[in-house]
């Protein structure tokens, strides 16, 4: 059974730090990851996709990287802002070998940075 | 903003009674799924809708129910509310195919809070 597990379950930098988030998986047979920000009380927005065939994805500030065989992912924040308060959370989309599955999610870390 | 619509944003309902969430996809998208996502967790798969049918379920009981319609909206029908169904219900669309991969984006909604009483 695939288990994603997200450390640490919250974190608190001073504005301009450069952060990085970690993502665990136990069954390396996942077709896609995906990071997630969820501010409070609202739902998920995209932040980064890496397929399974990728090693990391890039936009903006926020960069991601995927190590499928030791089922490690992390996504790296630089010159935090206030503004990137939130939860962020990590997902995994099961590979069927011919169909997509569901994504499975860790519970988040969440995210404050102090101005 | 996903171009994902959900309605109500908020509702209470009582314990025993059914409910209804529905959610408007992305224009394009064909498949749908729905998520319940409690307080201080990551969400949990429920079902997902490809071309009108559900192709995949979680480990939710049958009184988890849900449709897709011919413009790829979707609903989702909780019969015999219990108290531990209180949660955020997220529903999320993508560009999907069965028998080849696809590695679209999922795209969410901003969900719906249900409150059981």
């Known amino acids: 059974k695939q288990e994603v597990t997200q450390i640490p379950a919250a974190l608190s930098v001073p504005e301009g730090e450069n952060l990085v988030l970690n993502c665990s998986f136990t069954d390396s047979a996942i077709y896609n990851l995906q990071w997630f920000r969820q501010d409070p009380g609202k739902g998920l927005t995209s932040l980064l996709l890496i397929q399974s065939s990728q090693r990391e994805q890039t936009s903006g500030r926020l960069n991601a990287s995927l190590d499928k065989s030791s089922g490690r992912s992390t996504l790296y924040i630089a010159a935090s802002q206030p503004g990137d308060s939130a939860t962020y959370l990590c997902?995994?989309?099961?590979?069927?070998?011919?169909?997509?599955?569901?994504?499975?999610f860790g519970k988040g870390t969440k995210l404050s940075v102090k101005p | 903003e996903t171009g994902v619509t959900q309605s109500p944003t908020h509702l209470i309902k009582t314990r025993g009674q059914q409910v209804t969430l529905r959610c408007s996809s992305q224009?394009?998208?064909?498949?749908v799924s729905w998520y319940q996502q409690a307080l201080g967790q990551g969400p949990q798969f429920i079902f997902q809708y490809y071309r009108e049918e559900e192709n995949g379920r979680g480990n939710f009981p049958p009184r988890f129910s849900g449709l897709q319609f011919p413009n790829y909206s979707s609903e989702l029908n909780v019969n015999a509310l219990e108290l531990d169904d209180s949660a955020l219900y997220l529903c999320?669309?993508?560009?999907?195919?069965?028998?080849?991969?696809?590695?679209?984006?999922?795209?969410f909604g901003e969900g719906s809070w249900l409150t059981v009483v």
């Open positions: 224009s394009g998208h064909n498949t």
């Open positions: 999320a669309s993508s560009l999907g195919s069965t028998g080849a991969h696809s590695g679209n984006t999922i795209y």
């Open positions: 997902a995994v989309r099961k590979d069927y070998g011919g169909s997509q599955g569901n994504l499975i």
